[in-house]
């Protein structure tokens, strides 16, 4: 498995406000110089496009919906985003395997062993290497929805927009239990930020991560540095 590239993954329960970011941070990865890549999930290829279509409009038992996402999953990882990362490029992905955790055992209810083992099967080790969980109250992401959809002129709600506050409280939990998990890979944004603050923190977050200038490691005073 080639680590060329880097994956950067954006989460966070519907109207968390994650699109506008991953915009922001395609552009200026751009600018950088960076070869990327945009894509999300459920989606990202033909299939997993069809799959998004399906699980977005039909009603189904929650361990078929689970096991339709991963299939959706593992055609995008082997047939876009491994290959873009093996070729160099950063994959830039609207949501990865979290959102199943979060929606599918978090908000659904399957159980979590299940989750585990399709998990470790659809992944086959692939990690983002940076996940920016978008994080804020459920009222308020339901009340930027409503807004969205007066804007937009958009009447019709998908499965997952048409659920509960309870539904999306308990997803927005299973979100931060894993963000809890590996607080290395994970940035948790207070997603009740203006826009443009936002923006700064997730340019800022890639920045220092890979674009700082490389510091000189003092003279070695004794004490032993891991690599
Ligand atoms: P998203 O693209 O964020 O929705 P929108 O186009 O409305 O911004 O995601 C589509 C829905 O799919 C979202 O409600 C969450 C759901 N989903 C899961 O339930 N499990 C998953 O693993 C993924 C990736 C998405």
């Given at each position: 498995m080639s680590t060329r590239g880097r994956f950067l993954v954006f989460e966070g329960i519907d109207g968390a406000g994650k699109s506008t970011q991953i915009a922001a941070l395609t552009a200026w990865l751009q600018t950088q110089g960076v070869a990327t890549v945009t894509t999300r999930e459920p989606g990202g290829t033909p299939v997993g496009e069809a799959i998004r279509a399906l699980v977005l409009t039909h009603?189904?038992?929650?361990?078929?919906?689970?096991?339709?996402?991963?299939?959706?999953?593992?055609?995008?990882?082997?047939?876009v985003i491994e290959p873009a990362l093996a070729a160099g490029r950063w994959v830039v992905c609207d949501r990865f395997a979290d959102a199943s955790f979060a929606y599918q055992v978090g908000g659904r209810g399957v159980a979590p062993e299940r989750f585990r083992q399709l998990d470790e099967w659809t992944r086959a080790g692939r990690q983002p290497d940076l996940v920016f969980l978008f994080d804020l109250p459920v009222a308020t992401a339901a009340q930027r929805r409503a807004q969205r959809d007066a804007a937009d002129g958009h009447t019709e709600c998908d499965r997952f927009e048409r659920e509960s506050e309870a539904f999306?409280?308990?997803?927005?939990?299973?979100?931060?239990?894993?963000?809890?998990?590996?607080?290395?890979?994970?940035?948790?944004?207070?997603?009740?930020?203006p826009t443009e603050r936002l923006t700064e923190i997730v340019l800022a977050t890639v920045a220092q991560r890979w674009f700082a200038p490389k510091t000189r490691q003092p003279p070695s005073q004794g004490v032993a540095h891991d690599g």
């Open positions: 009603e189904m038992h929650a361990e078929t919906e689970l096991l339709l996402i991963c299939a959706a999953r593992r055609e995008h990882l082997l047939t999306f409280a308990a997803v927005r939990a299973a979100y931060r239990v894993r963000a809890a998990q590996d607080p290395q890979r994970y940035c948790v944004l207070d997603a009740q930020l």
